[in-house]
């Protein structure tokens, strides 16, 4: 069983400079059928971005894709792991921040993605057992 988050990343990163249009990051996202990219410059990682947010945080709004930059629509200064890091950590980090992915990051430089799919549920420190109830209907009640 995985203890440490290196165990369970997918290592590599997809990235794109801060400065990149809307519509690179999606072509880039769509290349590599994932749904994020690492916003990074040379000094290390600026933010997260996901289609989500090129939908919602752009377009709905009426911005041009063609001219919105990475970096305006990301999420800044994202939740990161270590790869060295327990992966409890990482599954705490998710449900307190409410998100999905983490980046992970070693020495200031992003290294890997771990995603909520990659987790091992035993390793989640806030699982309690759950009742599960099920419900009855009456089925004289139904086709009223």
Known sequence: MADVVRDV?????????PDASLVEAAQLMRAQDIGDVLVADEVGLVGVLTDRDITVRAVAEGEDPLTVSAEAVCTPHPVAVGPDDPVSTAVSLMREHSVRRLPVVEDGRAVGMVSLGDLPVTHDPGDRPRTVRTVQTDPSVQGS
């Not at 990343?9 to 400079?17: D, E, F, I, N, S």
């Open 9 to 17: 990343m997918t290592p590599g990163v997809v990235a794109v400079r």
